[in-house]
């Protein structure tokens, strides 16, 4: 199966800004949906932001990031990206990327994708 490798992450204050990125080892990932999901401390995994690779015009953001982050893709670097700017402690959390189906369907469910990276920790402090 394919391989996850997420980095970017690290400690910023708020308002500040990082770029996530998500490289895809040991197959390709440009017909399926990629997404973004994090886990709070104490809290379960949620979504983040998705993008269809096939359609790289076609993505989705949680309510809590639309308008400050953004998601993108390179189908030559098998690469996905999640720029997060204005960022305030309450986006502290581990950061995963995963692959989803090969369609569409703005779909939030973790469970929807597989192939899970091992997650960078990004942590904003106040």
């Known amino acids: 199966q394919v391989q996850l490798v997420e980095s970017g992450g690290g400690l910023v204050q708020a308002g500040g800004s990082l770029r996530l990125s998500c490289v895809a080892f040991?197959?390709?990932?440009?017909?399926?949906?990629m997404g973004w999901f994090r886990q709070p401390p104490g809290k379960e995994r949620e979504f983040v932001t998705s993008?269809?690779?096939?359609?790289?015009?076609?993505?989705d953001y949680a309510d809590s990031v639309k308008g400050r982050f953004t998601i993108s893709r390179d189908n030559a670097k098998n690469t996905v990206y999640l720029q997060m700017n204005s960022l305030n402690p309450e986006d502290t959390a581990r950061y995963f990327c995963?692959?989803?189906?090969?369609?569409?369907?703005?779909?939030?469910?973790?469970?929807?994708?597989?192939?899970w990276g091992q997650g960078t920790q990004v942590t904003v402090s106040s």
């Open positions: 995963a692959v989803g189906p090969k369609y569409y369907t703005r779909d939030k469910n973790p469970a929807s994708y597989n192939s």
């Open positions: 993008i269809s690779w096939w359609n790289g015009s076609d993505s």
């Open positions: 040991g197959g390709s990932v440009s017909t399926y949906v």
